[in-house]
């Protein structure tokens, strides 16, 4: 087994961190590549399929993407992914089809680093989607410029082992950031996020992590507004089965000067069993006196009189179960712009309330 | 705008008042902090081997441990050994009355402005009764100076002692209790505590008896490079209610002192208590020199079905304060609360919040926090709400709101929920607001000045939580809080 | 149709309804009226099985079956419908999609066909249009933002795409104007008049009841029918109180 060296859980970052699981991740032993559905969805644009962190050439098409050394920063996790990665760099002005990127693992430990790089009124979409079963870690650097705006959506549904990401991103003024994710595997999971907000900068972190079985999933997200009158918002829906735990951590920071930031987080969390774990923490953290910031955060169960309003009308219990968690869950992903990869990710999250309701 | 309202808000930090020393002998025990010192203190409180015995497990115990830093804070290092952990005015260590006492330190306490009350109640003023009467305990530096209505309480069957005292009169009620609730190991100031706790208060209601009078412990740090560790054991019996009331000053001095002290409460079936806190120990200049170290653990076992324990604190002093008022909800149906406001100004820093372990069936929960950073301080809320698995039908609502006065301080809000069991119904709130200009110009217009506009906005803010404080000490936050009681009926 | 039998339920422990009786036949219309606290709600939940409320004693026979051994859902595909007093916000599941859920369980427990989208979209539109609803709140999440008057009509519009064979109405008057009070009232005579149908009105005022003839009214006292009539029997209850009457 390799050894990792990795935080401490009683470091605050990592109180929640399933961190055994990502060394028994790394020491999956290979397994065979399932099929050759690559999960592309029916978009125009570059599409890459990386196996193993390696590219399959075959597969994909770069379009506008490149491949270069890139470096992995600093981040516990994210560090570890120095090497080829994948680069998409935009002109001011330009926008770019969907770039879609799939990561398919087949055991072990793989890493990869990644930056999407904006000028000036860029638009860009990125949509990734990792399977499979193995660790696979990623660092992604996302450099927005003025009035740039990146959507990108992420979904989670490995089907064993430890996915982890680490997202480091700085919006220049006026730049707008798009983050969804949907953990709807039945791996491991965390995503790491470090975003900067520009001045007048637009940012939306978010997403749904729904956990079954003894799974963990979490994510633990800063958002820093640098510079004044930035927007923020963080909505992240937790569902949790079984014995599994899901964790939702998301800090909004206000630095002195960056007066008149808005800053919102919700999160809430649903339990399907008694056996099974929400952790939440809105953290704020506020260095200047003309903002507005709060948090809402709830934990509970489904609310019994709409089950029961639901059933009178006769829906059965586990249908009216399934389409109230749907509801509670689609808060989360219709922050997605695309249609087509809602959809899609909208699929996902229903093919894991039929498995698991 | 600005500068003006800073003006404003300076005008809210009113100088500390309570900054005088006294001027008495005292009998310090050797500086530094060894097992010697442990067996000197235990020496001087004539304590039994038993109590000995414990605080040498918890002095051999703290050896090992490592202060802790993960909370928002900047601590400077402490030179334990450059402090002195005991030290008695030499003055009669026990009195019966007032009157007994030593003139320096009842002067003291009139310059306290705290037990004028009871002084008159003591002195025997025919028709000067207050509208309550209050029981006090006063703890300067080390010792425990008087405690009043010793007599009457007992008839009630209540025992309110200094805890030296209970530990020679009531040896089996305190073993039973000390340390059950936090344990020696709980974390490091509590260890220290429970090595070198030199006096403090124990309180025992009796099975279905409501405390005739409120109570009230007054502590005092005077002597200069002196820790004071006091410690609380509260046993509030089947079906009893206390009020216990807790007030807090330190002379002014360059050096910090240390104050760490141990507060644990027991709640059994149906019992209720409710403990309330103003804590203005002096949180030094404006520079940040000297000031109180503030690190305190108080926590409370719900343990019987149907109890109540209710935190509520105005925490304006101290250089550090690092506090987290907690309840473990053990009973079924227990209710724990905690409202708080904190104040930080000047170089100030407060991390103060609450836990709230729900273990027990149907248990409640409220936590309203409201945090108000001046100057360049810094005002963390820090708070944990768990459910276990077996907690069926908890609920917990939980509210933090921060005002920031001038954008020189920090305001934060850290809030932990852990839930295992799905019937559980958590909701939590937080919002961040500064005074507004409209709020401002709207209250002045009325002709209200500056720093009484702001006195009044800051008042409302903190109503919520000033409400819960009985009448006696609502008076004395209101004042701390710069604000006039005229303000705080509008 | 719907035969009560000696029915006792309490909740929480609660003896609420203490041993009522009541017969209800196909084409009927009774009317349950009553003062606050005596147990009107309650009876609707007891039919319609809302958890919590539990049955110490007693039978309640629906078309022959025991309707007490039926969860909620099944009394609704046993064509039985129980219109709420509050009718619950659900967000995120639109009107539309809850009320095709609905009808299409419903439908699929009688081994009926399930309607397409487009054949239910035409439906709703039909009764909400009937309704005078506006077609546009069909498309929003149930009850969210409803006035209570919207609210209400907006059960009828259930109601008139289910097709329930029994309906039970609990105060759904609450909350109406007279114009709102017209509509609804001839939705109910609409919807359930008919020779195989029957409803069972709850109500603490008799204004609805000049909309909705009542065949028979029954006071309701301390949780059992203290006494029995005719519609004039409403009337009499509007004049002299709850009071003397049900004494």
């Known amino acids: 087994m390799p050894l990792i060296d990795l935080p401490s859980t009683r470091a605050e970052a990592w109180r929640w ?16 590549r399932a099929g050759h559905e690559p999960h592309f969805l029916d978009l125009p644009g570059a599409r890459l399929l990386f196996v193993n962190g390696v590219l399959d050439e075959a597969h994909s098409v770069l379009d506008q993407v490149s491949l270069g050394h890139l470096r992995g920063g600093e981040h516990a996790l994210g560090g570890r992914a120095t090497g080829i990665g994948w680069s998409l760099r935009l002109d001011a002005d330009a926008a770019a089809d969907p770039v879609q990127v799939v990561h398919i ?82 791996a491991g999971t965390r995503i790491d996020g470090a975003v900067v907000v520009g001045e007048s900068g637009y940012a939306e972190v978010g997403g749904a992590l729904l956990t079954a079985g003894e799974q963990r999933q979490e994510c633990a997200v800063r958002v820093r507004h640098a510079e004044p009158n930035g927007q923020s918002h963080q909505l992240w829906r937790a569902v949790a089965a079984d014995t599994s735990v899901a964790s939702l951590a998301a800090a909004v920071e206000v630095a002195r000067h960056a007066q008149k930031t808005d800053g919102e987080q919700s999160l809430r969390g649903l339990l399907l069993q008694r056996t099974a774990t929400v952790n939440l923490k809105p ?19 489904l609310d019994g009189r709409a089950l029961f309003y639901m059933q009178s009308r006769g829906i059965p219990r586990p249908r009216a179960q399934a389409l109230l968690t749907r509801a509670f869950v689609a808060d989360a992903l219709d922050r997605i712009g695309n249609e087509g990869v809602r959809d899609a990710f909208a699929a996902d999250a229903d093919a894991w309330l039929e498995r698991t309701l | 705008m600005a500068t003006k309202n800073a003006e404003a808000y300076a005008a809210v930090s009113k100088k500390y008042e309570w900054g005088f020393a006294t001027d008495i002998e005292q009998d310090f025990a050797p500086k530094g902090l060894s097992e010697d010192t442990v067996r000197y203190i235990s020496a001087k409180k004539n304590e039994p081997e038993w109590m000995l015995d414990w605080r040498l497990k918890a002095f051999r115990l703290w050896l090992t441990m490592e202060a802790p830093d993960w909370s928002k804070l900047n601590i400077p290092p402490i030179d334990y050994q450059d402090a002195y952990y005991y030290a008695e005015p030499k003055a009669k260590a026990t009195i019966a009355s007032l009157d007994e006492l030593d003139p320096e330190i009842r002067r003291t306490y009139e310059k306290l402005g705290i037990p004028i009350e009871e002084q008159k109640l003591l002195a025997n003023v025919e028709g000067a009764e207050p509208p309550r009467r209050v029981a006090v305990d006063a703890v300067f530096d080390s010792v425990s100076v008087a405690t009043t209505f010793r007599a009457e309480l007992e008839r009630a069957g209540v025992i309110f002692r200094s805890i030296s005292e209970a530990i020679r009169e009531y040896p089996d009620l305190v073993r039973k209790w000390l340390g059950k609730v936090v344990p020696q190991r709980d974390n490091y100031f509590a260890t220290l505590n429970s090595a070198v706790f030199s006096d403090g208060t124990f309180v025992y209601i009796p099975e279905g008896v409501r405390c005739p009078m409120e109570l009230s412990t007054y502590f005092r740090i005077n002597a200069e490079n002196t820790g004071q560790f006091e410690r609380t054991l509260i046993v509030a019996d089947k079906g009893s209610y206390v009020s216990y009331l807790e007030g807090c000053t330190a002379p002014m001095r360059d050096e910090n002192q240390l104050h760490a002290a141990v507060v644990e409460l027991v709640a059994l079936d149906d019992a209720e208590i409710k403990y309330s806190t103003v804590q203005n120990w002096y949180p030094g200049d404006e520079n940040g020199v000297g ?15 149907n109890s109540k324990v209710s935190w509520t604190q105005v925490e304006t002093g101290s250089a550090i304060t690092w506090k987290y008022p907690s309840c473990v909800l053990a009973g079924d149906n227990s209710v724990g609360e905690f409202y708080s406001v904190a104040v930080t100004n000047n170089r100030q820093q407060a991390d103060t919040g609450t836990k709230m372990i729900h273990l027990g069936k149907n248990t409640k929960s409220t936590i309203v926090s409201k945090g108000i950073s001046a100057g360049r301080s810094d005002n963390t809320y820090r708070g944990l709400v768990r459910v276990a698995p077996t907690a069926e039908g908890v609920r917990n609502f939980t509210q933090c709101d921060s005002l920031l006065l001038g954008d020189q301080c920090g305001a934060h809000t850290v809030p932990y929920i852990e839930v295992r069991n799905p019937s559980a119904q958590i909701e939590h709130e937080a919002t961040t607001s500064k005074i507004s200009e409209d709020q401002l110009f709207y209250a002045m217009s009325r002709g209200l000045d500056q720093e009484a506009a702001v006195a009044l906005i800051v008042n409302g803010f903190a109503r919520e939580v000033l409400q819960q404080l009985p009448m006696e000490f609502a008076v004395e936050a209101q004042k701390l809080l710069g604000i006039s009681l005229e303000g705080s009926v509008g | 149709m719907l035969v009560i039998e000696n029915l006792h339920a309490e909740i929480d422990g609660k003896p609420i309804l203490k041993g009522l009786s009541l017969s209800v036949n196909a084409g009927e219309v009774h009317a349950i009226m009553g003062p606050n606290g005596a147990g009107k709600s309650t009876l609707g939940y007891v039919l319609g099985g809302r958890p919590g409320y539990e049955v110490t004693d007693g039978s309640v026979t629906f078309a022959g ?58 439906l709703a539109r039909e009764e909400a249009r009937k309704l005078d609803m506006d077609a546009e709140m069909l498309k929003r999440p149930v009850n969210v933002g409803f006035s209570g008057g919207e609210k209400k009509r907006n059960e009828m519009v259930q109601m008139g795409i289910v097709n329930p064979k029994f309906a039970i109405l609990d105060e759904t008057d609450s909350g109406l104007d007279i114009d709102a009070l017209r509509i609804v009232g001839d939705g109910i005579n609409r919807i359930m008049r008919a020779p195989e149908k029957a409803v069972l009105l709850i109500t603490h005022y008799q204004r609805l009841l000049d909309y909705v003839q009542p065949d028979f009214v029954h006071v309701l006292a301390d949780g059992r029918i203290t006494r029995s009539g005719g519609a004039e029997l409403a009337h009499q209850l509007e004049r002299e109180g709850y009071a003397e009457i049900a004494a």
Do not use: M
Request: glycine letters at 12%.
């Open chain 1, 17 to 32: 961190a399933d961190l055994g699981a990502l060394s028994a991740a790394a020491a999956l032993a290979p397994i065979a």
């Open chain 1, 105 to 186: 693992a087949t055991g072990g430990e793989n890493h990869l680093p990644a930056e999407i790089v904006l000028a000036d009124n860029a638009v860009a979409q990125v949509v990734e989607t990792f399977v499979g079963a193995g660790w696979s870690n990623r660092v992604t650097r996302i450099e927005l410029g003025s009035a740039a705006r990146l959507g990108r959506a992420v979904r989670l549904i490995q089907e064993g082992g430890f996915t982890s990401l680490r997202d480091e991103a700085q919006l220049g003024t006026g730049a707008s950031l798009v983050s969804t994710f949907l953990g709807a595997g039945t």
């Open chain 1, 283 to 301: 953290e704020l953290e506020i260095f200047a006196d003309d903002v507005k910031c709060a948090h809402g955060a709830t934990v509970g169960e």
């Open chain 2, 291 to 305: 000031g109180i170290y503030n690190f305190v653990t108080k926590r409370a076992l719900c343990q019987g079905r």
């Open chain 3, 65 to 122: 079956q025991d309707l007490l051994e039926l969860a909620p859902h099944e009394r609704a595909a046993a064509g039985l419908f129980l219109g709420f007093q509050y009718p619950v916000e659900i967000p995120g599941v639109s009107n539309v999609q809850f009320l095709r859920e609905a009808l299409n369980a419903q439908r699929a427990s009688r081994e009926e066909k399930a309607l397409s989208g487009a054949e239910f979209l035409k």
